[in-house]
């Protein structure tokens, strides 16, 4: 092995003739191994769980994986303290197909080694497209709608952008939704954002939640696209920014209940804040 002095975020390559020497223990690996399924999306029709990682490896073979962190986690015993290195790592092949896993142990290798099989394991399918309302070009270079994810305080919503925007996003949700083939998105992050673990799993669920809806859009129920923008340059901004705007919001508003008819225009650009709590106002309508 001359591979330990590799660094972060690059990318772990297995040796491939594993694959040819692969035995099959399950009943999926031995219909991927035969030919008899040929797509991953094949398995996902029927919601068996994949237990083997040979069984990505050979229907995604250009599946990268990227490791978002190295954490040391300590747990206190009768006499000292036990270290373990816990990795979280992504994989994904730029292409609709994103997974992400943990991989704890003594070592940092081991760790890493483990959650890129976690991840293999975790692959799911992100049915990208574009939802923007400035470019509707139908192509697959952002996603249908927008989406919202949630892990500890770390939230993310996910926004359709048009082309040639980039991934508008900090650098643990950029490199998930880069390898889940995401190629324009403004994201907007609230909570804990500097947290790498729990972030990185709010973007995969807010992907995973999309994967869901899909299945309810092949059924004819027609799915709320979002709706239009108001500021769309505007850029993703931690929550005590959002929060004292709307702080500062409240007594405006007030003030023109206080004198009604001075200036009747109601003000609903405050998409995605948490309602602020005001006397007497119209009851936002939220998205859903
Ligand atoms: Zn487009």
């Not at 994810?149 to 643990?172: D, N, Q």
């Amino acid at each position: 092995m001359d591979n330990d002095r590799r660094g972060y975020g690059r990318r772990y390559e297995r040796d491939e003739s594993q694959l040819s020497t692969w035995d099959p223990k399950t009943k999926i690996g031995q219909q991927v191994r035969a030919g008899q399924i040929t797509s991953i999306e094949q398995i996902f029709s029927t919601g068996k769980p994949i237990k083997e990682v040979e069984v990505v490896e050979t229907l995604l073979p250009g599946i990268e994986d990227k490791v978002l962190e190295i954490a040391s986690v300590q747990r206190m015993t009768k006499n000292n303290r036990k270290q373990k290195f816990r990795a979280t790592v992504a994989v994904g092949d730029r292409n609709g197909h994103i997974g992400l896993g943990v991989g704890k142990d003594v070592e940092a290798r081991p760790a890493i080694e483990t959650g890129i099989r976690d991840a293999k394991k975790h692959v799911i399918s992100v049915n990208l497209g574009c939802g923007s309302q400035e470019c509707d070009c139908k192509a697959p270079h952002s996603l249908p709608l927008r989406l919202r994810g949630k892990c500890g305080s770390s939230e993310i919503i996910l926004k359709p952008a048009p082309r040639g925007v980039g991934i508008v996003a900090s650098e643990t949700v950029r490199v998930v939704l880069e390898l889940a083939g995401v190629k324009d998105v403004w994201t907007f992050s609230r909570g804990r954002t500097r947290d790498v673990y729990n972030m990185a799993l709010a973007t995969y669920t807010a992907l995973a939640g999309l994967y869901e809806l899909k299945n309810i859009e092949a059924m004819h129920i027609s799915v709320p696209l979002p709706p239009p923008a108001a500021a769309p340059h505007q850029p993703a901004r931690p929550a005590p920014e959002a929060s004292e705007a709307q702080q500062h919001q409240a007594p405006q508003r007030q003030a023109e209940a206080a004198q009604p008819g001075a200036t009747s225009a109601p003000k609903r650009e405050h998409e995605g804040g948490a309602p602020a709590p005001e006397a007497g106002a119209a009851p936002a309508n939220a998205p859903a």
